[in-house]
């Protein structure tokens, strides 16, 4: 339901991707949720990506304060992963119910 009150979902870029690629949603923050875990985890490992790489060419590999910036960057590496597996499960459990209507509708 929206914020409306209406059930109809919004007609948007993001909810047409989501359409087209996982399914129908059931509610706005299946769409929102999931899209917003992924992309804060592929930033993340972005970060950790140019981080780690910064220290390494700033200061050579582990020397000085090379640790500063391999610590900051395994941090953010470690946070990555988990927001990227968990995206993609929230965005698949819609996908998954609709198949298991399937097969009962069957």
């Known amino acids: 339901m929206t914020e409306d ?3 109809t979902l919004p007609d948007n870029k ?3 991707l989501y ?3 996982i399914g129908e949603p059931d509610a706005q923050t299946d769409v929102y949720l999931g ?3 992924f992309f804060i985890g592929v930033a993340l490992a972005v970060i950790a990506a140019v981080t780690f790489i910064g220290g390494v060419t700033a200061f050579g590999y582990r ?3 090379y640790f500063v910036f391999a610590n900051a960057a395994f941090v953010a590496a470690l946070l990555s992963l988990p927001l990227l597996l968990q995206a993609s499960t929230y ?3 819609s996908n998954r119910r609709q198949c298991s209507r399937q097969r009962l509708a069957s």
């Open 19 to 21: 359409e087209q690629y």
């Open 91 to 93: 965005c698949c459990r």
């Open 35 to 37: 899209f917003g875990l």
């Open 14 to 16: 993001l909810f047409d």
């Open 63 to 65: 020397e000085g304060s």
């Open 5 to 7: 009150g209406s059930d």
